[in-house]
Nanobody, 114 residues
Framework: QVQLVESGGDLVQAGGSLRLSCSASGTIFSTDVTHWYRQAPGKQREFVAGITYGGSTNYADSVKGRFAISRDNTKNTVYLQMNGLKPEDTAVYYC????????WGQGTQVTVSS
């Protein structure tokens, strides 16, 4: 099993930046792909970014060029650097690992004011 804990969410003005962290504990596999998802009020949870253990990344079109996902395997932590934040980025951000079943963290709130 793996336990995921997100942190770093905050209230920020439009155009600002935040860095989210996802710390993993338990059994970590080199085949793990870690994702960030987000869920805005009244909307479905959506994919934001993903990173393999080796560092390959992919992004949702809505965040390309503004967000950057990275990881520090020595700390079992995945980061999401968010720049140029927009009000539509307001959501609860979740960390995810899939291994036949989905593991989720508790989420961290990001609020972007206009």
């Amino acid at each position: 099993q793996v336990q995921l804990v997100e942190s770093g969410g905050d209230l920020v003005q439009a155009g600002g930046s935040l860095r989210l962290s996802c710390s993993a504990s338990g059994t970590i596999f080199s085949t793990d792909v870690t994702h960030w998802y987000r869920q805005a009020p009244g909307k479905q949870r959506e994919f934001v970014a993903g990173i393999t253990y080796g560092g390959s990344t992919n992004y949702a079109d809505s965040v390309k060029g503004r967000f950057a996902i990275s990881r520090d395997n020595t700390k079992n932590t995945v980061y999401l650097q968010m720049n140029g934040l927009k009000p539509e980025d307001t959501a609860v951000y979740y960390c995810n690992v899939n291994r036949g079943r989905a593991y989720w963290g508790q989420g961290t709130q990001v609020t972007v004011s206009s």
